[in-house]
T-cell receptor, first 116, second 113 residues
Framework: AQSVTQPDIHITVSEGASLELRCNYS??????LFWYVQSPGQGLQLLLK??????LVQGIKGFEAEFKRSQSSFNLRKPSVHWSDAAEYFC??????????????FGKGTHLIIQP | EPEVTQTPSHQVTQMGQEVILRCVPI?????FYWYRQILGQKVEFLVS????????KSEIFDDQFSVERPDGSNFTLKIRSTKLEDSAMYFC???????????FGPGTRLTVL
């Protein structure tokens, strides 16, 4: 079974500074990988996804993530954060079963705090 | 832009009561999912549904849970006899294909007293 580890529970970053949120996964093959963002009281919004091809993927709101197979990682980055980026960020992995509707496995999330 | 909707946004019920959480997936999607998030914890997969039957379910999805697509637009999660530990945010999601790109609704917060 797949699993996702987000080692940082909380991260505090100054507005305008760069950001990297870590995600490691465990899966027997190349998975589908996702980053979702959740603002307080809101649902989950997809930031970006990796299915195949270019290992550096671009998402919405200026975020990007890089898939590194050798490290089983899919870290999320942003060159300059804005106060509105304060939220909970979830990394998720999906299985390549080739059919059926597989549920996503989520990490525990990283709470991002933006300092003025 | 089409989106997944869920009703109600907040449901309060007494322990032992039945609740039905409703979702309207994106209209051309074929795959439907329910997840839950206990306060302060991670999002957990409950069940997926495709071609009018359950495709996959987690160990959380026991006999007290059921899902149904009663018509062409709604997707429901029923909890037959609620327990205190069922208190959580329940998210519905839908996807167009099996490549796991899932679009989430805003959630229903269930409080069991």
């Amino acid at each position: 079974a797949q699993s996702v580890t987000q080692p940082d529970i909380h991260i505090t970053v100054s507005e305008g500074a760069s950001l990297e949120l870590r995600c490691n996964y465990s899966y027997g093959a190349t998975p589908y990988l996702f980053w979702y963002v959740q603002s307080p009281g809101q649902g989950l919004q997809l930031l970006l996804k990796y299915f195949s091809g270019d290992t550096l993927v671009q998402g919405i709101k200026g975020f990007e993530a890089e898939f590194k197979r050798s490290q089983s990682s899919f870290n999320l980055r942003k060159p300059s954060v804005h106060w509105s980026d304060a939220a909970e960020y979830f990394c998720a992995v999906g299985a390549r079963s080739g059919g059926g509707a597989d549920g996503l496995t989520f990490g525990k999330g990283t709470h991002l705090i933006i300092q003025p | 832009e089409p989106e997944v909707t869920q009703t109600p946004s907040h449901q309060v019920t007494q322990m032992g009561q039945e609740v039905i959480l409703r979702c309207v997936p994106i209209s051309n999607h074929l795959y439907f999912y329910w997840y839950r998030q206990i306060l302060g914890q991670k999002v957990e997969f409950l069940v997926s549904f495709y071609n009018n039957e359950i495709s996959e379910k987690s160990e959380i999805f026991d006999d007290q849970f059921s899902v149904e697509r009663p018509d062409g637009s709604n997707f429901t999660l029923k909890i037959r006899s609620t327990k205190l530990e069922d208190s959580a945010m329940y998210f519905c999601a839908s996807g167009q294909d099996s490549y796991n790109e899932q679009f989430f609704g805003p959630g229903t917060r269930l409080t069991v007293l």
